[in-house]
Structure formats: structure tokens, C-alpha cells
């Protein structure tokens, strides 16, 4: 499958291809002009109540029902079927996100979602 994940703050690649920022907020300190972003899908972050009681809480500890929690947001989305054709017309997509944590984030669950609903 051509889909990667990278955080926005590593270095820019050609080898990206279709550059996909997938979190609620712009990330802190990346120019809009530099960041090399394709699309901008806020929507398919996880909801702005559940990231907040994710980095309120022990990220580690919570990790179980953060995962619950936002494949029941994902399932219920309007955006993933956008997601999945961008997917489908790119040879390859990189979902950016702005976390710290590289074990524990979104884009991991995401990926994984898009992994059991691939169309190809």
C-alpha cells in the first residue's frame, strides 16, 4: 500500500509524494509556505475533546481506549471515503502529523484503518 506516515517536523522528500496533514492543528513553528502540503484534512484528526483528554492524561497508559475511541470517531466519518480516493489517485500518500510521541499518535490508528479499508 503507498501509504506512509511522518511527522511534519522531518525533513521535506520528493519521495513523500502526496503530502497529507492530518491533524486538527496547524503544527507549531512550520511555515504554511514550507511545509509542502497537499491537503489539509482537519476532519480526519480525531475530535477535539478526545485529543485533548489524550494529552491530558498518561498518553501510555490511556493508549487502549484513545485507539477505541477514535476508530469509533473514524467509523463514523464523513471524510474517509475522501481519504480513500486520495489514496487511490496518488501512487504514494504521507499522512503528517505534528505529535511528539512517534508509538502513540493518531496517524498510527489511522494507518492501520486505511489498511483494513483499502480498495485495492
Do not use: C
Not at 13 to 33: A, N, Q, V
Not at 47 to 62: A, G, V
Not at 75 to 104: F, M, P, Q, R, W
Not at 106 to 112: M, S
Amino acid at each position: 500500500m503507498p501509504v506512509k506516515i511522518k511527522r511534519i517536523y522531518e525533513p521535506y522528500s520528493k519521495d513523500d509524494g502526496y503530502r497529507i496533514l492530518i491533524d486538527r492543528l496547524w503544527p507549531r513553528g512550520i511555515k504554511k509556505e514550507e511545509a509542502h502540503i497537499d491537503k489539509w484534512m482537519k476532519e480526519i484528526a480525531p475530535s477535539t475533546d478526545l485529543r485533548k483528554w489524550f494529552h491530558q492524561e498518561s498518553e501510555t497508559d490511556h493508549w487502549e481506549q484513545f485507539v477505541k475511541s477514535y476508530l469509533a470517531e473514524l467509523k463514523k466519518s464523513d471524510v474517509i471515503e475522501e481519504l480513500l480516493s486520495d489514496i487511490d489517485d496518488h501512487k504514494i500518500v504521507t499522512l503528517l502529523y505534528g505529535a511528539k510521541n512517534e508509538e502513540h499518535n493518531h496517524a498510527l490508528i489511522l494507518e492501520q484503518f486505511i489498511v483494513g479499508h483499502s480498495r485495492s
